[in-house]
C-alpha cells in the first residue's frame, strides 16, 4: 500500500489534523493508498504559497519561452513514466489499462501543446487615433484554484494546469477524494522538470471539506471546476461570495443521432464505443440514442450484436470495461434502473450489476427506451454504460429531442446528406458537434465546454487560453 503526502510549497505533508482517506481499487477492493485528508488550514496554507510564487521573479520573470520548456520537459516526463502512470490510473479508477494509457498520452499532449503555446499569447493593438497608441496584453489571473472529477484524473488535471502554467498562473489543484494518486505523482514530476516552489501545489480531501475551502478561498483569484452539477452550482456560489471568475465544465446528456442514409456499421461502433469508454463515466458519453425510425430495428439489432462482445473485468486484463469507479457510483445505477421500471421505461438489455466478477462494482451495458423524452431516464446524467433509445421521422423532430434536456455538450450526427448534417450542427444546444464521427480522437487543440447546464468557458485549444488570462488595455498618449 502507498504511503501518499500531498505537495504543499514544494514539501511532501500530511494534513493539519494528520487524518487520512483511504484509495480502494475497485476491480477487488483492495486498498491500494492513503493519503491526507486536507483541511481549510491546508487549503490557506497552499494559496498562500501558491501567491508567494506568483509574486516571486523567479515565475514572474521568466522568459516566456523558458516557462514552456518546463511544460514540455513535464511532458516528457510523462511519457517516460507512462506504464507506470497508466497501471496507478487503472488500479485506482478501475478504467481498462489501454484506456488508462491513452489519458496518459493525453495528459503529456496537453503539456505539450500548452508548451508551444507559452511564448505565444497576444494582445492587440486598437487604432484610435494618430496620438494615441493603444494595446491590449493578456496577464495571468495570478492563483488559479482546480477541482477536478474522479472519471479522467490524469487527464482532467493536465487539461487545466497546462494551460494555467502556461499563461503565468500558479496553482492549487484539488483532485477527487477517490482518485488522488496519479495527481500526486504529476506534481513530483513537476518537482523533476524542475517548477519553482509554490507555482503547483496540490491539496488531497474531501470536495465538502478541501474543495469547498478552496472554491470559497478569498485569496485565489478563478477557479476551474469539473464536475457534477449540483457541486458546480455551490462552487458558483462560493466564487460569487468572493467575485472570483470561473470556468465550469460540467455532466452531460449527449445525443447521438443516427439517420438512414448513414454508414450505418461505423455509427453503431461509435454509439457502443462512446457508451462503454471508461464504462459510460464520460461526462461526453453518448447517452441518447436518436436514430431514424426506418432503420431503428436494425440498427439496434447492430448495437444488441456489438454489446454482446463487449468484454468486462478488472482494468488490468485490459478488457473493453472495467469496474464502476465505486460503490456509491454504481449504487446511483441501480437507483436508476428502479427509477427506469417505475417511468415504464423498456430495459432492452442490462439494467443490473453483472455477477460473478471479482468485485460488485461491475455493471452490463445497459439499453433503454424510456416512454418519453421527458422521462428521469431521458433528461438526467447516470453516469454509467446505459443509453437510451429514441426515433425520429423527420430533422426537425431530431433536433426537437437533441434540444430536450437542459444539457449542451456534445452531439454526433450521423448522415452522407451534408445539408441535413449542417442544418442540425448549426441549431443544436451543444459546445461540440461530431460529424460522422464522435469525439475526432480527443481533440486536445479543439475548444471544449459546454452550453446550458453542461456549464460555461472553454478547456482545450488556444480558446482555453483566454479563460486563465485577462485583458489589461494600455493607452499611450503620444507628444507632438
Ligand atoms: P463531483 O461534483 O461530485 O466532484 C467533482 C470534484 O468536486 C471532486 O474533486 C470533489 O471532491 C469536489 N467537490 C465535491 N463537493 C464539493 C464542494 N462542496 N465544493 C467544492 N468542491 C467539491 O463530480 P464527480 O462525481 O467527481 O464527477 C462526475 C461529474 O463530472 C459528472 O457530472 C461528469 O459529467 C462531470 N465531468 C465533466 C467533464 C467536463 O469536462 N464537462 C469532465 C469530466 C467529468
Same mark, same amino acid.
Given at each position: 500500500m502507498l504511503n501518499l503526502k500531498m505537495f504543499i510549497n514544494g514539501d511532501w505533508v500530511n494534513s493539519s489534523t494528520n487524518e487520512v482517506i483511504q484509495s480502494i481499487n475497485p476491480a477487488n477492493m483492495n486498498v491500494i493508498a492513503e493519503f491526507p485528508r486536507g483541511t481549510k488550514e491546508d487549503i490557506n496554507t497552499a494559496v498562500l504559497a501558491a501567491r508567494e510564487a506568483f509574486n516571486s521573479t523567479e515565475w514572474r520573470e521568466m522568459v516566456y519561452a523558458e516557462r514552456g520548456r518546463l511544460l514540455l520537459r513535464m511532458a516528457d516526463l510523462i511519457k517516460e513514466n507512462k506504464e507506470e502512470l497508466a497501471k496507478l490510473e487503472t488500479e485506482d479508477m478501475g478504467k481498462p489499462l489501454s484506456q488508462a494509457m491513452i489519458d496518459v498520452d493525453v495528459a503529456a499532449r496537453y503539456f505539450e501543446y500548452f508548451g508551444g503555446a507559452a511564448d505565444k499569447i497576444l494582445g492587440e493593438t486598437i487604432p484610435i487615433n494618430s496620438d494615441i497608441l493603444d494595446y491590449t496584453v493578456r496577464e495571468p489571473f495570478g492563483v488559479t484554484a482546480h477541482i477536478v472529477p474522479w472519471n479522467y484524473p490524469l487527464q482532467m488535471t493536465a487539461r487545466s494546469l497546462a494551460p494555467a502554467l502556461a499563461s503565468g498562473n500558479t496553482t492549487v489543484i484539488k483532485p477527487a477524494e477517490d482518485t488522488s494518486i496519479t495527481t500526486l505523482r504529476l506534481a513530483e514530476l513537476s518537482q523533476e522538470a524542475g517548477f519553482p516552489t509554490g507555482v503547483i501545489n496540490v491539496v488531497t480531501g474531501y470536495g465538502a471539506e478541501a474543495g469547498s475551502a478552496l472554491s470559497s478561498n478569498p485569496n485565489i483569484d478563478h477557479i476551474t471546476f469539473t464536475g457534477s452539477v449540483p457541486t458546480g452550482s455551490q462552487v458558483m456560489k462560493n466564487a460569487a461570495e468572493n467575485i472570483k471568475s470561473l470556468t465550469l465544465e460540467l455532466g452531460g446528456k449527449s445525443p447521438n443521432i443516427v439517420f438512414e442514409d448513414a454508414d450505418l456499421e461505423e455509427a453503431a461502433q461509435w454509439a457502443v464505443k462512446t457508451l462503454i469508454q471508461n464504462s459510460g463515466q &464520460?461526462? &461526453?458519453?453518448? &447517452?441518447r440514442l436518436i436514430i431514424e425510425n426506418s432503420v431503428k430495428d436494425s440498427f439496434l439489432d447492430r448495437v444488441n450484436e456489438i454489446m454482446d462482445n463487449v468484454t468486462i473485468g478488472p482494468g488490468l486484463e485490459n478488457p473493453d470495461m472495467g469496474p464502476i469507479v465505486s460503490e456509491k457510483q454504481i449504487k446511483n445505477l441501480d437507483d436508476y434502473m428502479v427509477v427506469a421500471k417505475e417511468e415504464g421505461c423498456k430495459i432492452l438489455r442490462g439494467g443490473k450489476r453483472k455477477e460473478n466478477m471479482s468485485s460488485n462494482l461491475f455493471f452490463e451495458p445497459t439499453i433503454i427506451e424510456p416512454p418519453s423524452e421527458k422521462s428521469r431516464l431521458a433528461q438526467e446524467e447516470l453516469f454509467g454504460p446505459v443509453v437510451s433509445i429514441f426515433s425520429f421521422g423527420s430533422k426537425e423532430e431530431a433536433l426537437y429531442l437533441a434540444n430536450s434536456t437542459e444539457y449542451g455538450l456534445v452531439t454526433g450526427i450521423w448522415t452522407k446528406n451534408i445539408d441535413k448534417a449542417l442544418w442540425l450542427a448549426h441549431r443544436v444546444r451543444s459546445g461540440q458537434v461530431f460529424i460522422n464521427n464522435y469525439g475526432a480522437a480527443g481533440g486536445v487543440e479543439m475548444p471544449f465546454g459546454g452550453q446550458g447546464k453542461s456549464g460555461f468557458g472553454r478547456e482545450k485549444g488556444l480558446e482555453s487560453l483566454k479563460h486563465y488570462t485577462q485583458v489589461k488595455n494600455i493607452a499611450i498618449k503620444i507628444n507632438k
Open positions: &464520460t461526462c &461526453t458519453a453518448s &447517452t
